[in-house]
C-alpha cells in the first residue's frame, strides 16, 4: 500500500552533489526562522503547537548569556556491546560509549573500492558478533574481524553484466547506470546483515558467512543505509520513497512518497524509530513520522527557511538521521533549520538557523550538531539556548595560502559521538579531534591520512572510522 501527500510535487532546475553542495558559508548570519508571533521570541520554551526561535532577526547563533559558566548533565560512558544500526540503535541515539580511552589508531584496513568521481563510500560501517561490516563503492560487502582487522568475508553484490555490457545495475549496466551504482548502506539484526545499494536492491546477507538469503529489486536507486526493527527494513530511495519490507523473506510492504527533490545532497538519511512510529527525514526538507506497522501518517513538518538567501539554500535535504532521544525528535536540514519536534504529538519544540549535513547527537542535558561550516554547538535540549561553539575551521592562525586553499576546497567535519569523555568528530582532512564536551576545548588531535565523512561508531573499547579511501580505521 502506498501513502501520498495531498500537496502537488515540486520540480526544481537544481542538481547538487556533496562537493558542491556544502560549498557556501555557515549558518551563523541567516535569517529569523520562527514563523509565530514575535512576542513568543523570548520564551525560553514553547507553548503548545508552536515552535519558537532562540535567535533573532538576523543574529548570529551564539552562546546564551544565562548559560555562560553553567554545567549540564552527562551520563556516565558505558561500553556499546555492538552497533547493529548506523546510528547505534532503531532510534539512531546512543548518549556516550565508552570506548577509544587512549585515542590512538590501532590498526587500520583496506575494504575495497574507494571514492572517486564514479563511486563514493557512502555506507556507515555498522558492527556485531565481533565483527565491522562495511561497504565500498561498489557494493562489495566485506566483515572485518573488530580486534584484529583481518577480513572474515566479502560479498560482491554488483548485478551480473549481460552479454556484450558493461556491469551495471538491473544487469544491463553500461554509461550513466554505473554512475548511478553507488553506494547504499547496512544494517544488522538476529544474524543478519541488510543491505542497501544505489544498484537499485535491498538484499538480506547472513552475516557469519555472506551468503545471500534474497534481494529486491527497487525502482530508483538506494543511496542511505536501511533501518531494522521489529521484523521490518526501512529504507529511503533516491525518489524521496520510504520502501518497507519484511525482514524474514523480503516481501514489499508498505510506501510512503514524499515531495520528489531532484536538488539533494549525496549523503542520504536513515530513518529512526521507536514504538510504532518510524520518522524519516527526506530531500523536500520534510521530517515525516509514520505509523511503521501500516504507513498512516501521525505528522510532518518542513524544516525549510521560509526565506532563502541563495540558490544552495534551496537543497533542503535532511542528509543526517533524524534523532529520537526522550520522546522528542531532532533534526537537521541544510535548508538551515535545526528543530526538536514531539514525538507523540508532532508539537514544535524550538528551533535554531543552523544549515548542516550531519546527525544531532543527544547525550544528557544537551545535543550536539556540526554545521556545514565546521562549527561544533552544543544546545540545551530543553530550551534550544546554546551552551557552546567551537569553530573547528577558524582560519585566523592561517597563512593567505592556506586560507586561499581553503576557500576552495572546504573543510568539512562528521557527526561526532560522545566517547569516553570526548566529544569526537572527524574531517575531510583526515583529521579526527576530540574536544572536552562541557567547554569545546580541543583535547587531542589525531592525524588519519585520509578523507573521511562518515561520522564515526563504536564497538567494545573501539571507535572505528569508514575513509573515502576505503580504509576502516580502528582507535583504541
Not at 124 to 138: H, S
Not at 372 to 397: F, H, M, P
Not at 431 to 450: F, R
Request: some cysteine; hydrophobic content about 45%; aromatic content about 8%.
Amino acid at each position: 500500500m502506498s501513502r501520498r501527500p495531498m500537496t502537488s510535487k515540486r520540480s526544481l532546475l537544481l542538481a547538487a552533489l556533496l562537493t558542491t553542495a556544502v560549498s557556501v558559508a555557515g549558518c551563523s548570519t541567516l535569517s529569523k526562522i520562527n514563523p509565530f508571533d514575535k512576542k513568543e521570541a523570548n520564551k525560553t520554551l514553547a507553548t503548545q503547537g508552536q515552535r519558537i526561535s532562540v535567535i533573532a532577526f538576523d543574529q548570529k547563533v551564539e552562546p546564551a548569556e544565562a548559560l555562560k559558566g553553567a554545567d549540564f548533565f552527562l551520563p556516565d560512558p558505558v561500553v556499546q556491546a555492538d552497533w547493529p544500526l548506523p546510528g547505534g540503535n532503531a532510534e539512531q541515539s546512543v548518549e556516550h560509549v565508552a570506548a577509544a580511552a587512549n585515542f590512538d589508531i590501532a590498526w587500520r584496513k583496506g575494504f575495497g573500492q574507494k571514492a572517486n568521481r564514479k563511486f563514493h563510500v557512502t555506507a556507515p560501517p555498522v558492527a556485531a558478533d565481533g565483527k565491522v561490516f562495511v561497504m565500498d563503492g561498489e557494493a562489495s560487502v566485506v566483515a572485518i574481524d573488530a580486534r584484529s582487522g583481518a577480513t572474515v568475508w566479502r560479498k560482491d553484490l554488483r548485478p551480473a553484466k549481460a552479454p556484450g555490457k558493461k556491469r551495471g545495475f538491473m544487469g544491463i549496466g553500461g554509461g550513466t547506470a554505473d554512475r548511478t551504482g553507488f553506494g547504499g548502506g547496512l544494517a544488522y539484526a538476529n544474524g543478519k546483515l541488510y543491505v542497501s545499494s544505489g544498484f537499485r536492491f535491498v538484499a538480506q546477507l547472513d552475516a557469519a558467512t555472506g551468503a545471500e538469503a534474497w534481494r529486491q529489486q527497487t525502482s530508483t536507486p538506494v543511496h542511505a543505509a536501511p533501518t531494522v526493527q521489529d521484523g521490518r527494513v526501512f529504507v529511503v530511495s533516491t525518489d524521496n520513497e520510504l520502501l518497507t519490507f519484511n525482514a524474514a523473506d523480503g516481501a514489499p510492504g508498505w510506501t510512503y512518497q514524499a515531495l520528489v527533490e531532484p536538488a539533494r545532497i549525496l549523503a542520504a538519511s536513515s530513518p529512526a524509530v521507536s514504538g510504532d512510529t518510524v520518522v524519516a527525514g527526506f530531500a523536500s526538507g520534510e521530517l515525516v513520522a509514520l505509523r511503521a506497522t501500516n504507513g498512516n501518517d501521525l505528522w510532518s513538518e518542513a524544516l525549510s527557511r521560509a526565506s532563502r538567501t541563495n540558490a544552495l539554500s534551496e537543497i533542503r535535504d535532511i542528509a543526517g538521521r533524524p534523532v529520537i532521544f526522550k520522546g522528542d525528535v531532532f533534526a537537521v536540514s541544510h535548508s538551515g533549520v535545526f528543530a526538536a519536534t514531539d514525538l507523540r504529538t508532532g508539537q514544535a519544540r524550538w528551533s535554531l538557523p543552523v544549515t548542516a549535513i550531519t546527525s544531532p547527537w543527544a547525550a544528557g542535558d544537551v545535543v550536539f550538531v556540526v554545521d556545514k561550516a565546521g562549527q561544533v554547538i552544543c544546545v540545551s535540549r530543553e530550551a534550544g539556548q546554546v551552551y557552546w561553539i567551537r569553530d573547528l575551521n577558524d582560519t585566523d592562525k592561517l597563512s593567505k595560502k592556506q586560507k586561499k586553499k581553503r576557500a576552495k576546497h572546504p573543510l568539512l567535519w562528521s557527526t561526532p559521538i560522545l566517547a569516553s569523555g570526548r566529544l569526537i568528530t572527524v574531517s575531510s582532512e583526515g583529521q579526527a579531534v576530540a574536544l572536552n564536551p562541557k567547554t569545546g576545548e580541543t583535547l587531542k588531535t589525531l592525524k588519519l591520512g585520509q578523507s573521511v565523512l562518515l561520522g564515526p561508531i563504536a564497538m567494545g573499547d573501539t571507535v572505528y572510522v569508514a575513509t573515502d579511501e576505503a580504509d576502516l580505521i580502528a582507535i583504541r
